[in-house]
C-alpha cells in the first residue's frame, strides 16, 4: 500500500508520514473520552511499530497483541467480581483488536477470528458496565436481519424517548461507532440503535451483505423494528452516519419520510468521483483504509467493477427530496473528502430547515470527522437533534 503523508499539520500525527496509520491513531486516542483507550496502551503498540510504516502485517499483529494483553486483564477482574474495571477493560480491547482487523486484507480466518474476540469483548463489556444500558438487538431485514445495539436514553422521565438511528461508514462498525459519542448522545434522554447496515461490520464479514446505494431499505428496517418497541416514540426518530454514512443519512432521510431529522457526520456528495480520483492517482491520496477495501466490500474482485457499482452513489437527484431538518458538519481541512463536497450536498437539499456547520483548523474538529477533535462534534450533533426531536 502506498504511504501517503498529511496534507496538514494541526491535528495530532502520531506518525508524520503516514496519513492512514496517524487517522487511525488519532481516532483511538480521539475516543478516548468515550473510553476507547488508553494512551498508555496506544503508546506501547505505536511505538513497537516505529519503523515499520506501511507494514500494515505488522499493524495487524501489534494491535491484536495489545488486545489480548487488555482482554486478559478484563478476565482477571471479571472473575474477581470487578465488573466495572472489567467492562471498561474489555471495551478497550474491543476497539484495539478492530483497529487492527480494518487494515488487514482480504478477511481471512485470522481476521476473522480477531473481529469475533472482538464483538465478544464488546458484548461483555455491554452486560457488566453499569451504565448506559445496552441491548444486543437483531432488526429484521429482506428475509434475515441486521446486527444492532440498542443504547437506551438517560436523563429522561419519557415512556417512549425519541431515538437516533446510527449507521456506520465505509469502514467502521457498530462498536467503533458507539465509542464516537453514543453514551453523550443517550445522556441527552435520546435513545440510539447503533447497527452495522449492510457492507460493515458483522453484517459483511459474517453474513455476507455487501454494501447498497439504496441505503434506505435498511433504514426502513430500522425504522419498521422501532415501532414495535414500546419504549421509543416512533414519531420522533431520526437518522444519522458518519463518513461514508454522509451518503447513507440523506439518502436515507430523502427517501423514507417518517424520519424526522437528518445528520450527515461529513458531508459526501458524488462517490462514485470521489473513488474515480483515487483510483486515477493510484492511491497516493488520503484514505483511512487500503485501497482495495472499496472492492471487499461490494463483493467483486477489481477496482473497475467497484467503480461501476459505485456509479450510483450520487446524492443529486436524491436528497432535494429531503423535507425533515438536515445538519452537515464538514471540517475545512479535511483530507479525503473536500469541502466543495458539503458545499454542493447543503445548496441541493430540499430541507426548509438545513445548517452546514464548518469546523476550521483554528478551532479544532477540521479533519475528517472531526477525529481531530471529537468533543466539538459531538456537542453540536447531539444538542442539535435535542432541539429536533
Known amino acids: 500500500?502506498?504511504?501517503?503523508?498529511?496534507?496538514?499539520?494541526?491535528?495530532?500525527?502520531?506518525?508524520?508520514?503516514d496519513y492512514r496509520w496517524s487517522s487511525a491513531i488519532c481516532n483511538i486516542v480521539g475516543s478516548a473520552i468515550m473510553g476507547s483507550s488508553d494512551i498508555g496502551e496506544v503508546d506501547r503498540a505505536g511505538r513497537r511499530l516505529k519503523g515499520r510504516l506501511s507494514d500494515d502485517a505488522a499493524w495487524f499483529e501489534e494491535w491484536v497483541r495489545l488486545g489480548d494483553e487488555v482482554r486478559s486483564i478484563a478476565e482477571k477482574a471479571e472473575k474477581l467480581g470487578n465488573d466495572l474495571s472489567a467492562s471498561a477493560t474489555y471495551l478497550r480491547a474491543c476497539c484495539y483488536y478492530?483497529?487492527?482487523?480494518?487494515f488487514r486484507t482480504p478477511k481471512d480466518e485470522i481476521a476473522l477470528d480477531a473481529f469475533k474476540t472482538s464483538v465478544d469483548c464488546f458484548h461483555r463489556f455491554a452486560r457488566l458496565t453499569d451504565s448506559p444500558r445496552i441491548e444486543v438487538v437483531e432488526v429484521p431485514y429482506e428475509g434475515t436481519s441486521l446486527p444492532g445495539y440498542f443504547v437506551h436514553a438517560r436523563?429522561?422521565?419519557?415512556?417512549?424517548?425519541?431515538?437516533?438511528v446510527f449507521f456506520d461508514g465505509l469502514d467502521v462498525t457498530?462498536?467503533?461507532?458507539?465509542?464516537?459519542?453514543?453514551?453523550e448522545l443517550v445522556r441527552r434522554g435520546i435513545s440510539c440503535l447503533v447497527m452495522d447496515g449492510p457492507g460493515t461490520g458483522e453484517a459483511i464479514?459474517?453474513?455476507?451483505?455487501?454494501?447498497?446505494?439504496?441505503?434506505?431499505?435498511?433504514?426502513?428496517?430500522?425504522?419498521?423494528?422501532?415501532?414495535?418497541?414500546?419504549?421509543?416514540?416512533?414519531?420522533?426518530?431520526?437518522?444519522?452516519?458518519?463518513?461514508l454514512g454522509g451518503y447513507y443519512a440523506p439518502r436515507c432521510a430523502s427517501m423514507e419520510p417518517r424520519f424526522k431529522a437528518c445528520i450527515a457526520w461529513g458531508a459526501i456528495?458524488?462517490?462514485?468521483?470521489?473513488?474515480?480520483?483515487?483510483?486515477?492517482?493510484k492511491f497516493k491520496t488520503s484514505l483511512s483504509v487500503p485501497g482495495?477495501?472499496?472492492?471487499?466490500?461490494?463483493?467483486?474482485?477489481?477496482?473497475?467493477?467497484?467503480?461501476?457499482?459505485?456509479?450510483?452513489?450520487?446524492?443529486?437527484?436524491?436528497?432535494?427530496?429531503?423535507?425533515?431538518?438536515?445538519?452537515?458538519?464538514?471540517?475545512?481541512?479535511?483530507e479525503q473528502v473536500p469541502l466543495a463536497d458539503a458545499e454542493a450536498l447543503y445548496r441541493a437539499s430540499g430541507s426548509p430547515d438545513k445548517t452546514l456547520r464548518v469546523f476550521t483548523a483554528e478551532e479544532g474538529g477540521a479533519q475528517h470527522c472531526q477525529r481531530d477533535y471529537l468533543s466539538i462534534g459531538m456537542a453540536t450533533m447531539f444538542d442539535?437533534?435535542?432541539?429536533?426531536?
Not at 501517503?4 to 495530532?12: D, L
Not at 437527484?317 to 479535511?334: A, N, S, W, Y
Open 98 to 102: 478492530q483497529m487492527g482487523e480494518r
Open 1 to 17: 500500500m502506498t504511504m501517503v503523508s498529511p496534507q496538514h499539520a494541526n491535528w495530532f500525527t502520531y506518525y508524520p508520514d
Open 155 to 164: 436523563n429522561t422521565d419519557l415512556k417512549k424517548p425519541p431515538c437516533m
Open 269 to 281: 456528495w458524488d462517490y462514485y468521483e470521489t473513488w474515480k480520483k483515487r483510483i486515477d492517482a
Open 384 to 389: 442539535w437533534v435535542k432541539t429536533k426531536l
Open 292 to 334: 482495495h477495501h472499496i472492492s471487499w466490500i461490494f463483493g467483486v474482485d477489481t477496482l473497475e467493477e467497484a467503480l461501476a457499482k459505485l456509479d450510483d452513489f450520487r446524492l443529486d437527484g436524491v436528497v432535494q427530496k429531503m423535507r425533515c431538518p438536515f445538519l452537515i458538519t464538514h471540517g475545512e481541512k479535511d
Open 174 to 183: 457498530k462498536e467503533l461507532q458507539y465509542l464516537r459519542g453514543v453514551p
Open 205 to 243: 464479514r459474517f453474513r455476507g451483505m455487501p454494501v447498497r446505494y439504496d441505503y434506505e431499505v435498511a433504514g426502513s428496517a430500522c425504522l419498521d423494528y422501532l415501532e414495535t418497541r414500546s419504549d421509543v416514540d416512533a414519531n420522533r426518530v431520526g437518522v444519522m452516519a458518519l463518513s
